[in-house]
C-alpha cells in the first residue's frame, strides 16, 4: 500500500529530521503486482523513484521529499558450503552475513566486510569496498525487476557495469529493483592485499555517532580525502551543528541538533578549499538526496 507523509529520519544515519510525500514497502515477492501499481502512479504523476534499503548511506537534503520511496524489506540468505554459492536477498545485512559465514561456515573471504553498514543491496549499488576487497570481486549475478520494461531479468557482472564505487545500478537509478544475489566464494580476489585488522580498525579508529562513515571518495590509493580534509584545516572544524570527526577526518558528523543545511555548507566548504589548495574535486561515497 502506497503510504502518505512518513517519517523516514531513521532511514539515514545522519538523524537529520525528513518526510517522504509518497512511501511504499516491500516486504516479500508476492507484492511484486503492488509495485508495478506505485511505479504506474509514479508514471503518471511524473515523480522519479528512489529505492532505500537496510544502510543508512545517505543524507537527505530535504525537510519533505516530494517524489515517491519504495522501501526494500527482503531478506533470507544461504550459503552452500560444497559449491561455495552465497545467495541472499537484497535486503540482507553485509555485516552479519559476513560474521555468520566465519562463525558457522569457516569461511572468512569476506571477513573484512565484518563491521561495514549496509545491506547488500547498498553494497552492490556503490560496490562496497574495505582495504581492497570489494563486492565486485565475488559478484556472480543478480536477479532484478526491470521496472521500465515489467519483467524480471538476470544480470551478469559484466551486465552490472561495475567500477570505483558505482555499478549499473547507481547509474540507472530507479530503473532495477535489486531482488537478490549471488555471490562465488570460492576464492578471494583483491583489488590489493591488506593485513589491516578491519575489526580493532573500525573499534578504535573509527568515530560513533551520526554519521554515513567515509564521506568522500578516495581521489587515489596514494591520495586519501582524509588527507586533504586535514590539510586545509577542517579536520575538528564545526560548521554550526555539522563537522569532522577527530577521530578519521574523512567522517562527517552531525551531533543531531540542527538540520541538512548545516552538513551541506559543510560540504560546499570543503570542496572549495580542497579545490583552491590542491586543484582536486573530491566526489562525495556517501548519496545527497535531494528534491527536483
Known amino acids: 500500500m502506497l503510504q502518505e507523509n512518513i517519517d523516514i529520519t531513521h532511514l539515514s544515519n545522519y538523524k537529520t529530521p525528513a518526510v517522504a510525500r509518497w512511501y511504499f514497502e516491500l516486504n516479500h515477492l508476492e ?10 502512479f509514479a508514471t503518471q504523476n511524473h515523480l522519479p523513484l528512489l529505492f532505500v534499503w537496510w544502510g543508512t548511506n545517505m543524507l537527505f537534503a530535504f525537510d519533505v521529499y516530494q517524489w515517491v520511496i519504495i522501501k526494500n524489506n527482503l531478506a533470507w540468505w544461504n550459503y552452500d558450503s560444497n559449491t561455495h554459492i552465497l545467495e541472499t536477498f537484497s535486503n540482507e545485512n553485509i555485516w552479519e ?22 545491506s547488500v543491496w547498498g553494497a552492490i549499488f556503490g560496490n562496497a569496498g574495505c582495504f581492497g576487497l570489494e563486492v565486485q570481486h565475488n559478484f556472480l549475478d ?49 583489488k590489493y592485499s591488506s593485513d ?21 571518495k578516495n581521489p587515489s590509493r596514494d591520495m586519501s580525502a582524509w588527507y586533504l580534509i586535514e590539510q586545509v584545516w577542517l579536520k575538528w572544524y564545526h560548521h554550526w551543528w555539522a563537522y569532522f570527526s577527530e577521530k578519521h ?37 556517501v548519496r545527497i538526496i535531494r528534491n527536483p
Open 31 to 40: 507484492q511484486v503486482h503492488e509495485l508495478f501499481d506505485v511505479v504506474d
Open 97 to 118: 552475513i559476513a560474521e555468520a559465514l566465519e562463525t558457522k561456515h569457516n569461511q572468512d573471504i569476506w571477513h573484512r566486510f565484518i563491521g561495514l553498514p549496509g
Open 142 to 190: 543478480a536477479r532484478v525487476i526491470d521496472l521500465q520494461e515489467k519483467k524480471e531479468v538476470i544480470l551478469t557482472q559484466d551486465d552490472m557495469q561495475f567500477e570505483y564505487r558505482n555499478s549499473l545500478l547507481k547509474k540507472k537509478q530507479g530503473r532495477y529493483f535489486l531482488v537478490s544475489a549471488r555471490f562465488d566464494l570460492s576464492e578471494k580476489k583483491e
Open 196 to 216: 589491516v585488522d578491519n575489526i580493532y580498525f573500525r573499534e578504535h579508529k573509527q568515530p560513533k555517532g551520526n554519521s554515513c562513515g567515509s564521506f568522500f
Open 249 to 285: 577526518a574523512n567522517f562527517l558528523m552531525h551531533d543531531g541538533q540542527g538540520t541538512y543545511t548545516d552538513l551541506l555548507e559543510l560540504i560546499d566548504i570543503t570542496l572549495q578549499k580542497v579545490q583552491d589548495a590542491y586543484n582536486i574535486i573530491l566526489e562525495n561515497e
